[in-house]
């Protein structure tokens, strides 16, 4: 166990996964002598040579297909898109090509891929390095969708995404890159895909949120507990697979459910989320379902606090909930 | 002297095989042309849903198959049935695929033509275009890095030229030096668009100037022309000298699939002025000319592939759909809750006849 | 009035569009000499010349980016993608520039364009030629999203779409290209946005959907009725704008809700209807919202018909559902 | 004879327009110099956000802009403060933008530098690599559809040549023959990666082969040079005979933003080599050889133009940020019933303190 914050978790997952296994290769822009713009990859090109940590020309179209390439020969490419902003050059390639290649094959070319991309606000990075868009491909089947919150899932979780046999999108809460800190465990650390994580439990509503919503749900739920109002936070881990058990278990005992992502509401995670619920835990509810999140606007530059949930924002609504019956 | 006079064994190309392959080369194209016609009219007939002809591509996919090694990588678009034949993948197989039945290796997930078979190292194919020209970097960076003396060949048309792949692809390929052999067969016409709409530029060959590496233009259909020129880039690719791209200038005779009617954008004339130039014929004429065999071997040659195709037919022809809940496989490495909840509920279904496979 | 399919009426809005107005233009694939596969711009190079219906070189973004920039002009670009399955690599287009033009230059370049496409099932067009990702663009703020499902609402839409001042995504049920047919009101004939149509008032359930599901539902509907179970359907026609008033009426009138589509049910379109409901009708709704929609895979070539909802599989959730409470 | 001695004023460019417009030429880009470097240790001081410099690029893109019309489009990527200055933005109407305040006329909706204005038909930029090569093709098409005689510019780094829309941008400005200069600049770094790994092709420019048109690769930090082959591919343009790429050979002096340390991917020695071939400098230094002005007098200029900056600073300073509410505006032409209700809302909340501006 060594303290470490959420960005360096990440690079300590890649290490250790090139380490033991050869067949791991990274590529991406700018990750190989600049390390990354985020750091994520720092020190790994020196260390693995560049045939193993390719800095790729600037078109995400090609970073993405030529890993569903290597991941046809056998090889475990981890590739990292800059930006989540950035991904949708790729976008084809992502719900085209790696989510189909298994299925329209009949199972004889699987491709597995593991992207890598900072997502969220918060930065002061306006329109194009803020975005929340993990509906996009929770939506479509055939990728799994990972959001860890904490350095010790960021590292458990990009080991269990690289020694996976799926594709996996695996969405790196930037905002909180060097403010998430805590132990990480050495070595094979693997955390399992698929299983909520019960932040703490509650019995008067249950919080649903993920990635870098989760550090800021905590702090609402903690001001909460001081007026009496217990709410059971869930971090959802991963949106795909979703723990749909530990969802509605939740929401069961409670009977109130806030939920909480950084992404539009119309169509964003939250609805399929409330749907899940009013489909398997309708009886359940004593309240409507409450979705906090950004507007429905793109992601604004100046105002990004305003746009953002906040603790207050949550508090709010958790608070309200409750009252509501 | 009228050029037909002046016809002498001298005047015919420098062949590129021996004699014996190049029979086996010409039953090749043969047997592409038997299935091709045999499944134009299952089509027609309303007993296949839907076919992507070849015909007259025939010396251009022989000519690359040919040249490539059982180690090489194949990323094709839906027209390549002939460099599956080439591969030798079986009959059977493809024709499994067409119809989408029960002993499909693709489990009838895809439209016709798609098809993909992992021994021959021939790629599934999608119908988005372009995508699979990145896929081949992929694939020849990893076979040189673990090791692998081979090359990875995109197949595609014209217009996939335009596509943002192969932009991608022929840049990646220039900077790492990949072993790739960029294969497209210019046939003039992208559905309805003719190759000079597609793009300004004098040749399609000429675009390899862009990212670094030789372009080569070919006469499509003579077999060994193409044949040659990608023997020619695959030795410079496996010997670390990096990618070529061939542009193998040949034409489609037939519709672009049996959903489309040329006639609606496309002259007699110039279906002529190709029809005079078919690759079969040529290569025919050739062996004809040096006495290799006879017309009436090429015949019965002929009668002998269709009444085989049409016998592979009706063998697969006999076959019934996949199972139903096959439709939840490989959606995954392993069924996910998610799936297994709704395959149960489809299982419910099937057994009340709300769904009736 | 006369009577016509639904593609013929799709080819009469862009005749009209065209002859009134001379900034409208389309662009596309295969969409001159040829008139679209599909034969939606038949004869309209023909009448408006090469300049006015461009046949576009095989690339998507170049479409839409070349539409973006017409738009930016100040014309009214209609493109046309040959099949949505096609519209991926298009996608950075659509969502990075199309959608966020007018916010992001603070309302100084607007950018208007229409994108059509056919979209959906039952042609037996495998992976590649049935998909529907409604709720890939839906959840993207800044574009409309439009899907007729009969002759008159395709040409009264799309007139709508092609004069609005926002981007509009124009999805077209191919499958009742021709089968639909009914009277469509000659010249200027517009439907408004964010409307829903009540095909059928009924107090038992509410049974949504839109498209191509339209008539399916309907059959659905119509058998029930036999039965003494009064459905309504709604046809929601614009997904974005939505009629929340319409939806949530009609559910607090009814107390139920079936939700239909033929995408993936997994953070598809239904899951926004039901999030609406778990929060605006919670206490009207007597039952579980149900989904029937597609299975969460790719599309399949062979089995299509088992996967696609049908009459009988929307008859017996609508049944189940008025049983269940 | 050294080089340096031999110097006379026969050795100097012939200039490509009269002297009192190349002092206005020069004062842009001292301008352009003198906002980069005070806009730079503004974010050093945590009074900017972001920013990203253009120092080393001032002649490419003065000298690009300088020969280009008022009806032009110009549509940039992030880094073309000289091209708007040339256009004659408004200094204040920049550095609006760069605070995001209230007067911005993107409304603080964009990081620095991401600008739009509407009036000097100056395209808002967006961060996404490329995308706006594209959309000048649909500019140009259209102007000339409505019988404008102008040309569409976009400009675009060496990186941007890779992106997908460099690609159908190009391929469609050929097919159509649409009035674009595309207008690349080559300064040799994106982010950390340089030009010769981004692509194999052996200059930027021979891209042009690919499409069937011209290409060009002048000294970008000549302006004379730059100028004149702008407006030679500008009259090409309107004059109907299609495109042209121009590849401005300069250098990115400084990081690639403020985020950015070059020190980890290139040498001292490098940035010396280049500092030597200031553009800023070479055209100072030609006009200071042709007496023109005098050391002095530049001096003086650059102390006029940093305190107007100074100035012009401190008044945006005192500027608020946008009104709360308006972050709803002009997501739709008109505000929709879904935002209408997210509205009411928000401005609930904002009357509860919960949000707070
Ligand atoms: C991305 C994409 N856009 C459009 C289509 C529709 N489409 C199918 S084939 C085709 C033309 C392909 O032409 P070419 O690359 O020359 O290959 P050919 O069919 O001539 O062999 C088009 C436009 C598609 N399959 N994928
Ligand atoms: C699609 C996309 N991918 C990645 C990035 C991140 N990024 C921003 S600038 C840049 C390099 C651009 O280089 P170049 O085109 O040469 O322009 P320069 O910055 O040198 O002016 C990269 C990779 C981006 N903005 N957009
Ligand atoms: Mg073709
Ligand atoms: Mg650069």
């Known amino acids: ?325 | 002297m009228s050029a037909a006079a002046s016809r002498t064994t001298t005047d015919l190309p420098e062949p590129s095989l021996p004699d014996p392959d190049l029979l086996k080369v010409l039953r090749t194209m043969a047997l592409a042309r038997a299935v091709d016609e045999r499944c134009m009219n299952l089509q027609r007939q309303g007993r296949l849903g839907f076919y992507v002809p070849l015909e007259g591509q025939e010396a251009a996919q022989v000519g690359c198959a040919w040249a490539l090694q059982p180690g090489d990588w194949v990323c094709p678009a839906y027209r390549e049935l002939a460099v599956a034949l080439t591969r030798g993948v079986p009959l059977r197989d493809i024709l499994n695929q067409l119809y989408g039945n029960s002993a499909d290796l693709s489990k009838g997930r895809q439209m016709p033509n798609h098809y993909g078979f992992r021994q021959h190292r021939f790629l599934s194919a999608s119908s988005p275009i372009g995508t699979q020209i990145i896929h081949a970097v992929g694939l020849a960076y990893a076979s040189r890095y673990k090791g692998e003396k081979v090359v990875a060949v995109p197949f595609f048309g014209d217009g996939a030229t335009s596509s943002n792949d192969f932009h991608s692809g022929m840049n990646f390929a220039g900077v790492y030096k990949a072993p790739v052999v960029f294969f497209c067969q210019n046939n003039q016409w992208a559905i309805s668009l003719p190759r000079e709409k597609q793009t300004h530029s004098s040749t399609l060959a000429i675009k390899a100037n862009a990212y670094g590496f030789p372009g080569v233009q070919v006469d499509g259909n003579d077999f060994h022309a193409v044949y040659r020129a990608v023997k020619e880039a695959r030795a410079r690719a496996v010997a670390g000298e990096g990618p070529t791209l061939i542009e193998a200038v040949t034409y489609r005779m037939g519709p672009h699939s049996t959903s489309d009617d040329p006639r609606r954008y496309r002259t007699p004339q110039e279906l002529a002025t190709w029809k005079a130039r078919d690759p079969i014929e040529r290569l025919k004429s050739e062996l004809l000319a040096r006495g290799v065999f006879s017309e009436a071997q090429f015949e019965s040659l002929q009668e002998e592939l269709r009444s085989m195709v049409q016998k592979e037919v009706q063998e697969v022809e006999k076959m019934g759909p996949p199972a139903a809940t096959s439709l939840f496989d490989d959606v995954w490495a392993s069924l996910s809750p998610n799936l297994e909840e709704e395959r149960k509920e489809f299982e419910e279904l099937l057994r009340e006849g709300v769904i009736r496979p």
Chains 1, 3 share one sequence.
Not at chain 1, 26 to 46: H, M, P, S, Y
């Open chain 1, 1 to 325: 166990m060594t303290e470490a914050t959420l960005i360096q978790a990440v690079n300590k997952a890649l290490h250790h996964a090139m380490k033991v296994d050869p067949d791991v290769l990274c590529l991406g822009e700018d990750i190989g002598v600049n390390g990354g713009v985020f750091r994520a990859t720092e020190g790994l090109q020196k260390e693995f040579g560049e045939s193993r940590v390719l800095d790729t020309p600037l078109n995400e179209s090609g970073i993405v297909g030529m890993a569903v390439g290597m991941a046809l020969y056998g090889l475990k490419p981890v590739a990292e898109i800059q930006f989540l902003d950035f991904i949708y050059p790729a976008f084809d390639q992502i719900v085209s090509e790696l989510t189909k290649f298994r299925y329209r094959s009949g199972g004889q070319f699987p491709a597995h891929v593991v992207i890598r991309t900072p997502y969220g606000g918060g930065i002061r990075g306006g329109l194009y390095h803020s975005q929340s868009t993990e509906q996009l491909f929770a939506s479509t089947p055939g990728i799994k969708v990972v959001v860890p919150s904490t350095p010790a899932d960021a590292k458990g979780l990009l080991l269990t995404a690289i020694f996976d046999e799926d594709p996996v999108l695996f969405m790196e809460p930037k905002r909180i890159y060097r403010t998430a800190t805590g132990e990480v465990p050495e070595g094979d650390h693997r955390v399992p895909f698929g299983k909520a994580r019960i932040v703490r439990e509650g019995s008067d509503v249950s919080v649903f949120a993920y990635g870098s919503m989760v550090p800021t749900a905590f702090q609402a739920r903690q001001v909460l507990e001081k007026t009496g109002i217990h709410a059971e936070l869930v971090d959802l881990r991963t949106l795909v697979p979703l723990d749909v058990d530990a969802v509605v278990r939740s929401v069961e005992k409670t009977g109130r459910a806030v939920i909480v992502h950084e992404a539009p509401k119309f169509c964003g995670f939250g609805a399929e989320l409330a749907a899940i619920l009013a489909e398997k835990a309708l009886y359940s509810l004593k309240a409507p379902i409450v979705r906090v999140t950004g507007y429905d606007t793109p992601f604004p530059y100046t105002l990004e606090n305003l746009y953002l949930p906040s603790v207050d924002r949550i508090g709010r609504a958790i608070q309200r909930t409750v009252a509501a019956g």
